[in-house]
Structures are given as structure tokens and as C-alpha cells.
């Protein structure tokens, strides 16, 4: 509520929206080596002590503490992130640009069930259930469309929509295919946020040595070895919970064929007519 109240954003700033678990953290890594490279060199990056959550923080953090604050203080243009589903955004949030990005629901609920399980204090894997969730019931709930920012496929078709009403303001990615080739979608990153990679930085290889810095056993060490103090709310997952693989098609290694079918089926009823295809992800070593 306080953020439809009260969030203003300027048509320069940058608003990140992804489903829980659907690539956030890459995301929010991309987008701000891409639109800082200028300020920072590979020796001194953020990255290399910070992690991507303490350099876009959620926008709902800001609105955490009972106070309205005054957003425009902060540098222009402004990256935020955030989870909620198009329906619930303000309608002053559509005079900045919006990047989208979303994820194979299969692996999505996984990576969510890892995460939910970490954060309720476990630390072990399985392959058919998790110490602290019960995996058929937490799949009956995801199925359903339980969820803490709506039903999945909810939040992916607001956006999509939006995309298609509004390309010029909605830039929509989808995981799989940014993990095929993260440099020519980082190409139509910079492009959206109004950066372009010049024809030097092309040469000198620029747009490389992001997607490397940005990659995930790079992120995950600096975020693994972190001190849980400061950077997120007190009560928070630990730091580990934020990277597991990574991996496309990691799915098939939790859930049996009959949950994957099921969740294929839903994602195709619900994706019926709106111009979004999908295919299942098939596994990428």
C-alpha cells in the first residue's frame, strides 16, 4: 500500500521485476555493471566485495520502516527491484522503464523450494523432499497458484501483456534464453536502459568482461563468503540461499515426471492466446 502510495519514480529510473527464484539476482547484477561500467573498472567493481541485492535493493525495502522517503536524492537515472505482479504496481511506475524476466516454472518452483527451505534453517539437499518442506504440498500450493506475490503465471502474463502495449517501456526476457546467449540479450539490456555498448566497447570486448564479472560462480563467491549483517533485513535467508546452481533444467532432478507434466500443462492452458510460447527446459550441463 505505501508503495502505490507513495512510490514516484522518475522516467529515468529502472524498475526490475522478476517471479521469486526466476533469475532476480543475475538480473539485478546486469543491469547495474551495464548501466555504472563507465564508473567503475574490474579491479574496483562493487561486485567484488557487495553483492547485487546491496547494490538494487528491493524496492519494498524502502518502505519497510514506516517512513516515506524521498527517492529522488538518490543518483539519477536509479535501478530498483521488486516482486510484485503488474496489478499491484502504481500507475505512475509505467513512466520508467520496466525489465522483465521470467523463468521455466518447473525450475522456478524448485529453486523456491530451496530457498523457502534454507531460509526455515536447513541446510541439506534432497531429491524427492527438503528437511523443512514438504515438497507434494508445497507443488499442490505453487499448482494452484499460492503464492506471496500471486500465481505465477499471473505475474509473468501482466507483464507480457504490458510488453506488448507498451514495448518502449516493457523490455521481457526469458531465463533460458539469456543463459544461451547472455551477450547479445545484455546487448538489448543496454539498448533498453539507454546505454548502448558503443562500436569501441564492442571492440575491446566491454560487453564480455560484464557477462564474466556478472556470471554465477563469480556473483556466488562474493555472496557465499558475506557477512549476513547489513545487507538485508534482520530476519533474513542466508546468504547461500541466494545461489544454488543456477542450472537450466535442474528440475529433473527433484520432481517426477508426472509433476512436470502437470505443471507444462497449466503453464500452456494459461500462456493459451496470449502470443507467450513456452517449451520445457531441457537440461544444460
Known amino acids: 500500500m505505501a508503495i502505490q502510495a507513495h512510490f514516484k519514480p522518475r522516467p529515468s529510473d529502472i524498475l526490475l521485476l522478476t517471479s521469486p527464484k526466476s ?9 547495474f ?3 555504472h561500467r563507465h564508473s567503475f573498472s574490474l579491479s574496483d567493481h562493487p561486485f567484488l566485495t557487495n ?5 538494487v535493493p528491493f524496492l519494498e525495502r524502502f518502505f519497510s520502516h514506516r517512513t ?37 516454472p518447473k525450475d522456478t518452483f524448485v529453486s523456491l523450494c530451496h530457498f523457502l527451505d534454507r531460509w526455515m534453517g536447513s541446510s541439506a539437499e534432497h531429491t524427492s523432499t527438503t528437511q523443512g518442506l514438504d515438497l507434494s504440498k508445497a507443488f499442490q500450493m505453487f499448482s494452484q497458484g499460492t503464492s506471496a506475490f500471486g500465481p505465477f ?3 509473468v502474463l501482466g507483464y507480457w501483456t504490458e510488453s ?8 521481457f526476457f526469458r531465463y533460458e534464453e539469456m543463459i544461451e546467449d547472455a551477450v547479445s540479450h545484455l546487448r538489448r539490456l543496454a539498448q533498453f536502459m539507454g546505454c548502448p555498448f558503443s562500436m569501441e566497447e564492442e571492440r ?7 557477462v564474466q564479472l556478472c556470471s554465477f560462480d563469480n556473483l556466488r563467491e562474493v555472496e557465499v563468503n558475506k557477512d549476513n549483517k547489513g545487507s538485508f ?6 546468504a547461500s540461499s541466494f545461489f544454488r546452481k543456477g542450472k537450466v533444467g535442474d528440475w529433473v532432478n527433484y520432481l517426477s515426471m508426472e509433476m512436470a507434466e502437470k505443471l507444462d500443462a497449466i503453464t500452456k492452458e494459461k500462456l493459451h492466446g496470449s502470443g507467450l510460447t513456452f517449451e520445457s527446459s531441457s537440461v544444460v550441463p
Open 164 to 171: 506488448l502495449r507498451s514495448p518502449e517501456m516493457v523490455l
Open 68 to 104: 516515506i522517503p524521498n527517492l529522488n536524492v538518490l543518483p539519477s537515472p536509479t535501478i530498483f527491484a521488486t516482486h510484485l505482479p503488474f496489478s499491484l504496481l502504481p500507475q505512475r511506475a509505467l513512466r520508467c522503464r520496466i525489465v522483465f524476466l521470467w523463468r521455466d
Open 204 to 210: 575491446d570486448g566491454v560487453v564480455d568482461d560484464i
Open 23 to 31: 533469475g532476480t539476482t543475475w538480473l539485478k547484477a546486469l543491469s
Open 33 to 35: 555493471a551495464t548501466l
Open 153 to 155: 503465471w499471473d505475474h
Open 233 to 238: 533485513e534482520e530476519k533474513r535467508p542466508p
Open 51 to 55: 553483492t547485487p541485492h546491496q547494490c
